[in-house]
């Protein structure tokens, strides 16, 4: 079976190769999937993908006609694929769900604390012999509300973190969350959490629904100086808006490891490039913003899960294709 897996760094290979079957003939490739390099998936069943591949059905077509029937995504947001385009063609796609919830948690609670603290900061000061503590205030998390879209495995993860450290948090989810109560989390409508949270962190899938959740009209209904971190998805934040909203002060502090055009950017080294995003780079010369380059998931072990789960999906698969030839052939298999 041949595999074609994009967005292949070297730690995802590294990985990868440590738990795909030996008689998989595996292509790893750094680039990301598109028209450009779609060619290199000629002939290949599997196709593996990362969150900035595209598998619109222009993409997805070719890959069908290309012998592709598994899409084996490395990561758990799918909304990069078009779902009905790829049920049209018969083409699976399989994902991995969770890795590691705690990484992803830690990241942002890690951004949360940074922003408040300035240790971005502090980090250049410091090397500057600059020991002032001017512009370095922060506040307590202690007794501040915290609001967060999403109560799955990380936004409750996030929750039970800070409540450690004795914030009130409040959670918003189109379902009603029982773990939430469990862990003495309030669960609120959006308008509730819009209003009251001194900081909101989004932990839902990107979706028709939640697209610019994090808009101007919804900005405006914030407390001045509102914290908002983000790493879920890029496009749940309108990024004119957070522009519009920072330059005023209605927010205080932006930190986000995710960003609604990051495809173009992330992952690659553009250090000796002229950045063409205007948008992107008017966000960095904002003090109070503090960027990461979806770099939330990156842990050893969420590495390891990601490439394990993916094994075990392109393996089920093989062995469902496997059976299903066996029933059409009518012959028995053990
Ligand atoms: P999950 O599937 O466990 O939880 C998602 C939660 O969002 C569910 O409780 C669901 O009911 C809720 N939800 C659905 N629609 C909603 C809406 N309209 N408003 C509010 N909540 C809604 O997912 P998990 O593992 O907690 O991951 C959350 C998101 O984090 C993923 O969808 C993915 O986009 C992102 N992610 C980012 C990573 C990074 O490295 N930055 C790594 C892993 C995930």
Redesign the pocket.
């Known amino acids: 079976m041949k595999i074609v897996a994009y967005s292949s760094k070297p730690y995802d290979k590294q990985a990868l190769c440590r738990v795909m079957q030996p008689d998989w003939e595996t292509l790893y490739l750094e680039v990301s999937l598109g028209l450009d390099t779609i060619a290199f998936a000629q002939g290949a069943e599997v196709v593996s993908t990362f969150?900035n591949d595209r598998l619109d059905e222009k993409v997805l077509t070719l890959l069908a006609q290309g012998g592709t029937k598994l899409i084996a995504l490395r990561?758990?947001?799918f909304?990069n694929v078009d779902l009905n385009a790829a049920k049209k063609l018969g083409i699976r796609v399989l994902r991995v769900?969770?890795?590691s919830?705690y990484?992803?948690a830690e990241?942002t609670v890690g951004l949360m604390l940074a922003l408040n603290r300035k240790l971005y900061k502090a980090y250049n000061r410091i090397r500057e012999g600059n020991f002032a503590l001017n512009g370095m205030l922060g506040f307590d998390m202690h007794g501040k509300t915290v609001g967060i879209?999403?109560?799955?495995?990380?936004?409750?993860l996030v929750g039970k973190m800070l409540k450690a450290f004795g914030c009130h948090v409040v959670i918003?989810?189109?379902?009603t969350?029982v773990a939430c109560k469990e862990l003495g989390i309030e669960q609120v409508d959006?308008e509730h959490l819009f209003t009251q949270s001194d900081i909101i962190t989004l932990?839902?899938?990107?979706?028709a629904?939640?697209n610019h959740?994090i808009n101007a009209e919804n900005i405006a209904k914030m407390k001045e100086g509102v914290m908002l971190i983000n790493?879920?998805?890029g496009g749940l934040m309108d990024t004119a808006a957070l522009i519009a909203g920072l330059k005023s002060k209605q927010i205080g502090y932006l930190g986000i490891?995710?960003y609604e055009k990051e495809g173009a950017l992330f992952f690659e080294d553009h250090s000796c490039e002229i950045i063409q995003d205007d948008a992107f780079e008017r966000l960095l010369t904002f003090p109070n913003v503090l960027v990461t380059g979806?770099?939330?998931?990156?842990t050893h072990e969420a590495l390891e899960q990601i490439a394990q789960t993916t094994a075990d999906n392109i393996l089920a698969y093989s062995q469902i294709q496997s059976a299903d030839e066996c029933l059409e052939n009518e012959v028995t298999c053990d």
């Open positions: 969150v990561c758990a947001g909304n769900p969770a890795y919830p990484a992803v990241h879209i999403g109560a799955g495995l990380i936004g409750r918003y989810d189109p379902y969350c959006l932990h839902c899938p990107l979706n629904e939640t959740i790493t879920g998805r490891d995710v979806h770099q939330a998931y990156f």
